[in-house]
């Protein structure tokens, strides 16, 4: 009876744990077909298939396979349930290449050696040629985007340049040597003999000034050219011509990228060296890379192979700006100039000789101040605008201080020959001249204004001697406005008076300075006068 009731109770436990266990396992789903819809290539079809497949089965399932291109909607990794609608959009893409003209602008230069209103044709124009790249999109057949992918210039247009007379009433001078200036609208001219003998040099319209500098002797024009290609691709290229042909033409070196610093060696008429960038999207757009080259240049075009003098290096600090290099009188030494010091370069062993330590200016922009530097006439001293201590509060590498300083080489010794001159004083040296038994040079440099704000203030033109006796200021007169940032130019020889001149930019025109005298001469009026160079 007892074993009974015990078994009866055990197998009613036993029950009740196969019926939890049970209850307790996963859910039986019994799957479906559903019927959804799929639109392509015209048609609307119905296609059956399980509950829970997703859009990509369901093409599969059609004969239906989507191109890289196509558009399908919903996205193939939806899920679908009854009645979904799925639409596959068939895109193509082709491509049409044409050919366009380009046609040339015109461009007006004025010319005071013409009488006003005379005008007179300089260069004909022709029309370019370009190459441009066109992509259609198409949906189901019908054309839904075009646009243009790409441009190829297949031959750079020539603009027509007409000169325009505007004759001005300025009295010829007579200049030894030649100056070679470049005006706005990036063409080149040359002034030879007197101020009214100007003829055009380059007029190919896209000269950016980087690099516009005269061999020794003047009879060669060193310049760079704005680039066809994207400014993050290349910056500009380095060209040369002739100045002293009827017809001079443009004769490209296959060399790209120089900002800094490109120049003539002394004694070796057709060889010049050379620093380049790296092109870079972000201002200033370019990335330094300090390096030098040097080659002979071919006058039918092209250079022989480059020489490498220096391999490219970080140029201390803010050096991504860049540095600069300036050859000696005498040919024998480079000196360079960057953000935190002066120096050599040591041409033999291909590096850099540190001379003097500057505290780096911080300008809290995308641009570096390079100490302005000129070599003495006799070789043995450097003329540096130096980065002077802070007052008060400021910062060292905030300093409004900059002073003009000798620093001989044959001593070592450094002489401050004027304080508070600015940033860009810009010294420029005289060739010799004899004083006495003694052979003697000048100095011209620029004074800032305002010297706190010399990165703004405008200056006025300052002569000494060498040692810094008899500084006089010579031009603008006081009261009128001063000059933009230049680097002064001297005479490469007596002019008719037997002084030697000074040539400055003022408001756009060439002006001559009499050096011992103060007399100034306004040259052009145009106003056009962007860069100049006079050997």
Not at 161 to 180: D, E, L
Request: with cysteine; hydrophobic share 40%.
């Amino acid at each position: 009876m007892i074993f009974s009731t015990i078994r009866r109770q055990f197998l009613a436990g036993l029950l009740a744990c196969i019926s939890l266990l049970t209850s307790c396992g996963s859910p039986q789903i019994t799957q479906g077909d559903i019927s959804v819809s799929v639109t392509a290539d015209g048609t609307t079809r119905q296609v059956k298939i399980s509950a829970g497949s997703t859009v990509s089965q369901v093409l599969e399932e059609a004969g239906l396979n989507p191109g890289n291109l196509d558009r399908v909607d919903p996205p193939t990794y939806t899920i679908l349930s009854e009645g979904a609608l799925i639409k596959l959009v068939r895109v193509r893409e082709e491509f049409e290449t044409k050919q366009e003209v380009i046609p040339y602008e015109h461009q007006e230069m004025q010319n005071e050696s013409l009488a006003t209103g005379e005008m007179r044709l300089i260069q004909e124009g022709k029309n370019g040629l370009k190459e441009i790249t066109i992509r259609h999109v198409y949906e189901d057949g019908i054309e839904v985007s075009t646009s243009q992918i790409s441009e190829t210039i297949l031959e750079p247009e020539t603009p027509e340049i007409m000169m325009r007379g505007v004759q001005a009433a300025f009295p010829p001078v007579s200049i030894p040597g030649r100056i070679a200036y470049l005006v706005k609208g990036g063409n080149a001219w040359l002034m030879e003999g007197s101020t009214v003998n100007r003829r055009p040099l380059v007029t190919t319209g896209d000269l950016d000034g980087q690099i516009f500098t005269l061999s020794p002797d003047g009879t060669w024009l060193l310049f760079t050219r704005k680039s066809t290609r994207p400014a993050d691709v290349q910056v500009n290229t380095l060209w040369v011509v002739n100045t002293t042909s009827t017809t001079p033409e443009p004769v490209a070196l296959n060399i790209s990228n120089v900002v800094h610093f490109a120049d003539w060696v002394p004694d070796k008429a057709t060889t010049i060296v050379w620093s380049t960038v790296e092109p870079r999207a972000s201002a200033p757009g370019w990335q330094a890379n300090n390096d030098i080259y040097q080659a002979r240049f071919v006058p039918s075009g092209g250079t022989t192979k480059p020489v490498k003098i220096l391999d490219a290096n970080a140029g201390g600090i803010y050096g991504w700006w860049g540095t600069s290099f300036s050859w000696s009188p005498d040919g024998t030494r480079l000196a360079y100039t960057r953000p935190d010091g002066i120096g050599f370069v040591d041409l033999d062993a291909g590096l850099l000789r540190p001379l003097l330590d500057t505290t780096p200016l911080n300008t809290h922009g995308d641009w570096a101040w390079v100490p302005g530097l000129a070599w003495g006439a006799d070789s043995q001293t450097l003329y540096v605008v130096t980065h002077g201590p802070a007052t008060g509060l400021v910062s060292a590498e905030e300093s409004t201080q900059f002073d003009l300083t000798a620093v001989s080489l044959s001593n070592t010794t450094n002489v401050n020959l004027s304080t508070q001159v600015g940033m860009f004083a810009s010294p420029s040296v005289s060739r010799v001249h004899k004083n006495g038994s003694e052979d003697a040079y000048s100095i011209a440099y620029l004074q800032a204004i305002f010297p706190n704000q010399s990165a703004t203030s405008r200056y006025r033109l300052v002569a000494m001697d060498r040692d810094g006796s008899n500084r006089q200021i010579l031009f603008p007169g006081e009261g009128q406005i001063g000059l933009e940032v230049q680097q002064p130019l001297w005479s490469p020889a007596p002019g008719a008076g037997g002084d030697d001149f000074i040539a400055v930019i003022y408001q756009g025109n060439l002006w001559l300075i009499d050096a011992v005298t103060g007399t100034a001469q306004q040259v052009t009026g145009d106003g056009l006068i962007l860069r100049m160079d006079w050997k």
